[in-house]
Nanobody, 125 residues
């Protein structure tokens, strides 16, 4: 699938942003979807994932309780609602897809099949 992420921006600490990822292709429901992020000088890291049907989700410890992932298979979109943002959440956020119908856990970035172009999130203190 082809992925297009959007929704990034500049927000103050404690604020909220909602990222969206639009997918094109006929097999969206065959894919688990995930968000990763990469801060300057750091490796791209797992943030959250959701299974093909939405029944299984996973989160990095650093975002649990603050971020919520969701998907709409009819619209072929996946969203990441980010609340209580912290300066350490500043990064480029990428959506990604992996062809699987298994439940999701922490997904290694090297198994993802497709990537979006990234959207910048900057949280000021």
């Amino acid at each position: 699938v082809q992925l297009q992420a959007s929704g990034g921006g500049l927000v103050q600490a404690g604020g909220s942003l909602k990222l969206s990822c639009a997918a094109s292709g006929r097999s969206f429901i065959s894919y688990a979807m995930a968000w990763f992020r990469q801060a300057p000088g750091k490796e791209r890291a797992f943030v959250s994932a959701i299974s093909w049907g939405g029944g299984s989700t996973s989160y990095a410890d650093s975002v649990k309780g603050r971020f919520t992932i969701s998907r709409d298979n009819d619209k072929k979109t996946v969203a990441l609602q980010m609340n209580s943002l912290k300066p350490e959440d500043t990064a480029t956020y990428y959506c990604a897809a992996v062809r699987t119908r298994a439940n999701v856990g922490i997904i290694p970035r090297n198994i993802m099949d497709d990537w979006g172009q990234g959207t910048q999130v900057t949280v000021s203190s």
